[in-house]
Structure formats: structure tokens, C-alpha cells
């Protein structure tokens, strides 16, 4: 359980200073109190290597930060605020610190809600899993900003900073994992005693909408589940949680990079297109003769080399060169033992010439 832990991050000694890469001082929130203090200054959420700003420099983090600038809509209605993320995590312990664009122009885009939420997660000291657990969090919730996925994020503080501490009995990994199981329908079949009801209820709503979408199908298992409930919920209190998760559902499948549920879903194989082959289109001569003197002895030279005596367009060149110098990006291509090259597809030539990715391990990792 992670009620009561604190979440830690760490200060620095300035504010408004995006070339700063030291936070020395650590910072357990716990309140309201502390919550202010560590939004008072800049601050990242986890601890580096001599206390320098850097993913290579990442130690250990029990914080997760996202970014909320609704940016995704010019539409008021579509915007996040703070109560929809106290809806959707109602029992991950966070804190929620409003930024300082928040509700200023920012850019081309006017006033909203701006807001950073840092979340408790469990205590990782791997910067790649640290980034995974961001990524999961975008793809479940993209509201959050693609932009701040890497582990050396740092967020601005604020002179007198606005926040909202929100205890829970949760990290974000249980949120996720429990948002992410195929199992966990299974779950619903426990009893809710009285003291949870409207938290657990509304934690199943968000699961099983963003499964099955805003369809009836949803809204009936929504209801078998406060079958569950002792004593029962109110009919009203659940219509209330229910059309809260459609509102937030509304705006969350408006969002860039949203996969509805059907797709989603979908156990069907990955259709992929149609690639297109290289000689599908006639290209032009290119005029050699602009080129510098030297660039052109080069350029012909290739040709040459590679049985091509009409001079082609510099990517052309660019490709050839990457097939020579990338044997990975040719192996499929010379697995036969040779390779057709430019519009004299009755010319072989060795596949010698472009070695094959054993030969050069260091290439394309």
C-alpha cells in the first residue's frame, strides 16, 4: 500500500532557469505545506549522480511527473482540469501544482488549464523502465505532453505555487497495472464494503469505459459490478459516477494518438501497406554538370561503379551509399549472393560490395 509514503523530489536553487542542471535539495511531500515548498524553486523527481541533471546521471526515483497544457483542442469543453484527474486517480497518491501559464496565453494558443501533476510511483532506479512507465502513462492517458517523456525532466516552480495534494493508497504502477489487466474484470466479483464504494466504483468505471467504450455494453457491466456493493449505492450516485466517466471519456477519445476501443481490441493481424518499390517511378536525369568539379568526377564514378551509366538523382546516391556503408539495410537484398543495382536489373553485382551485417557487428545495433 502507499498510503502515507511520502513523494520525494528535489529542489533547486533558483527558479525560471531551464540552463540549471543541480537540485541538491531533497523534498518529502507529504501536505499541502510541503507540496508548496517543492514548487517554490525548479525541481526534478528523481535523484542523479552528484545531484547534476542528466539521464545518464539517474540514481532513483519514487515520483512520476506529467505535463498537461491542453493543448489538444481550442474547444473549452475538451479541456482537462484538475477535478477530472481527481477522477481518474482517485486512489494514486499525487500532487498537482498549476503552472505558471496556467491559464495564460501561451504561444498561439489562449488561456486554459496548465497544470503539472507528479505522481508516486514504486522506487525505480532504472532510467529506461523509468521512461517505459511514462510512455505507459501516455498511451493510456494522452492528454499528458509526448514532449516530456524523457528521465532528466525538470519542472518549472512558481513564486507563491498553487497546488493540490491528493493522498492515496496507491502508486501509479498499481493504477496501470490494475487499468492494463485483462484480469482484473475478474476482480469485480469481490465484495465493495461501505468506506470505498464511490472510489472503487468509479476506478472500475474508468476501466471498463476506456475497454469498451461509452456503449451500453459498458454501462450494463458498470452496473453489474455495484451489484457488488454493500450496502447497494444509490441509483443516483452511480448515474453520477457513470456520466463523470463519460465526460472524461468524451474528452480523452479526442485526444492525438487516442486508439478506440475497437481497434484496440482488435485480435486481428497487423495490416501493413503496400511498400513501394524503387523503380515504380521514372526520375529524371540529374545535371551533373551543375556540380562542382570534384562532386562530379564522384558522382560519375559511382555510376560507373555500380553499372549505372545515367547519372541519378543525389538521393539515389544517398541510398547506394547507406546500402554500402549499412549492410543491415541491404541484408535481404544480398542473402542471395548479389545484388541488383540501378536500371540494369540484367547486371549482378557481388554482394562482396555490401557486407553482410555478421561482417560488421558495430554497424545498426
Known amino acids: 500500500m502507499a498510503e502515507n509514503t511520502p513523494i520525494t523530489v528535489y529542489t533547486a536553487e533558483c527558479i525560471g532557469n531551464a540552463a540549471n542542471c543541480l537540485y541538491p535539495n531533497e523534498v518529502k511531500i507529504t501536505d ?11 525541481m526534478v523527481c528523481a535523484r542523479y549522480k552528484n545531484n547534476y541533471r542528466n539521464t545518464a546521471n539517474f540514481e532513483v526515483a519514487n515520483a512520476l511527473p506529467g505535463d498537461c497544457d491542453n493543448d489538444h483542442s481550442e474547444i473549452t469543453a475538451d479541456w482537462i482540469t484538475p477535478e477530472d484527474i481527481a477522477d481518474l486517480f482517485a486512489d494514486v497518491s499525487y500532487v498537482l501544482h498549476y503552472s505558471r501559464h496556467h491559464m495564460k496565453p501561451k504561444g498561439e494558443k489562449s488561456a486554459r488549464p496548465r497544470f503539472h501533476i507528479v505522481f508516486l ?5 532504472d532510467a529506461d523502465r523509468y521512461t517505459a512507465l511514462k510512455q505507459r502513462l501516455l498511451a ?3 492528454f499528458f505532453d509526448a514532449n516530456a517523456m524523457d528521465a532528466a525532466r525538470f519542472l518549472f516552480g512558481t513564486e507563491d505555487p498553487q497546488v493540490i495534494y491528493h493522498p492515496g493508497t496507491i502508486t501509479l504502477n498499481a493504477f496501470l497495472d490494475d487499468l492494463e489487466n485483462e484480469q482484473a474484470f475478474a476482480n469485480m466479483g469481490h465484495t465493495i464494503p461501505e468506506g470505498s464504494r464511490n472510489s472503487t466504483m468509479s476506478r472500475i468505471g474508468a476501466r471498463i469505459i476506456k475497454r469498451y467504450g461509452d456503449t451500453p455494453e459498458a454501462k450494463e457491466l458498470f452496473l453489474q459490478a455495484a451489484g457488488q456493493c454493500s450496502p447497494p449505492l444509490e441509483e443516483r450516485e452511480l448515474e453520477s459516477i ?20 475497437d481497434a484496440y481490441n482488435s485480435a486481428g493481424p497487423v495490416v501493413w501497406d503496400t511498400p513501394i518499390p524503387f523503380d515504380e517511378y521514372d526520375l529524371p536525369t540529374f545535371p551533373v554538370d551543375a556540380l562542382p568539379e570534384v ?3 564522384y558522382v560519375l564514378a559511382v555510376a560507373e561503379s555500380t553499372s549505372d551509366t545515367t547519372p541519378r538523382p543525389p538521393w539515389i546516391w544517398l541510398r547506394w551509399r547507406l546500402w554500402a556503408l549499412c549492410p543491415c539495410a541491404a541484408r535481404e537484398n544480398t542473402s542471395s549472393g548479389a545484388m541488383r543495382t540501378g536500371q540494369n536489373p540484367s547486371t549482378p553485382t557481388q554482394s562482396s560490395s555490401f557486407p553482410r551485417q555478421s561482417e560488421n557487428p558495430r554497424c545498426c545495433p
Open 121 to 125: 510511483i514504486d522506487p525505480e532506479r
Open 32 to 42: 499541502e505545506l510541503s507540496a508548496k515548498l517543492a514548487f517554490s524553486t525548479d
Open 242 to 261: 457513470w456520466a463523470g466517466k463519460q465526460r472524461l471519456y468524451a474528452k480523452i477519445c479526442k485526444q492525438p494518438g487516442y486508439v478506440p476501443p
Open 295 to 297: 562532386i562530379r568526377r
Open 140 to 142: 493510456a492517458f494522452p
